[in-house]
């Protein structure tokens, strides 16, 4: 499996014309899969997780698209995934803190509501 790279994802975005003169933020959402259950706290052994890449690249594109945004990045993993593992890399670049902090927010929602199912097998 290739490593999730948020150095590599910053670093690709910085070679890019116009970055200078127009970014002066890069937010990063590095999800992973956690040890424990988000509903009841027991331990989880793997995750199941799906990911729709068509509706991931066609929000990236939207979001892309929103004011003071430069770039937007992403990157899933699908497949059985164990505690620890990168799940999701978000990257957005932009003007203001005000855009990017909203646009990253707005993009991860969307994309883990969208975008992503997921089963967990947890330790009864």
Same mark, same amino acid.
């Given at each position: 499996m290739k490593p999730i790279s948020a150095d590599a994802a910053i670093a690709a975005i910085k070679q890019e014309p116009g970055f200078?003169?127009?970014?002066?933020?890069? /937010?990063v959402h590095n999800g992973? $899969?956690? =040890?424990?259950?988000?509903? +009841?706290?027991?331990a989880v052994t793997a995750v #199941?997780?799906?990911? #729709?890449? +068509?509706?991931?690249?066609? /929000?990236?594109?939207?979001?892309e698209k929103y004011p003071g945004i430069f770039r937007v990045h992403a990157e899933a993993r699908?497949?059985?995934?164990?505690?620890? +593992?990168? $799940?999701?890399? /978000?990257? $957005? =670049?932009?003007?203001?803190?005000?855009?990017?902090? =909203? =646009?990253?927010?707005?993009f991860l929602d969307r994309v883990k509501s969208e975008a992503v199912s997921k089963v967990e097998h947890l330790v009864d």
């Open positions: 200078t003169e127009n970014v002066g933020m890069i /937010l992973v $899969v956690r =040890a424990t259950s988000r509903k +009841d706290t027991r #199941d997780i799906s990911v #729709d890449l +068509d509706r991931v690249e066609a /929000l990236r594109q939207e979001f699908s497949g059985t995934l164990v505690p620890g +593992d990168d $799940v999701l890399l /978000l990257v $957005v =670049a932009g003007d203001i803190r005000e855009n990017v902090k =909203a =646009a990253l927010a707005e």
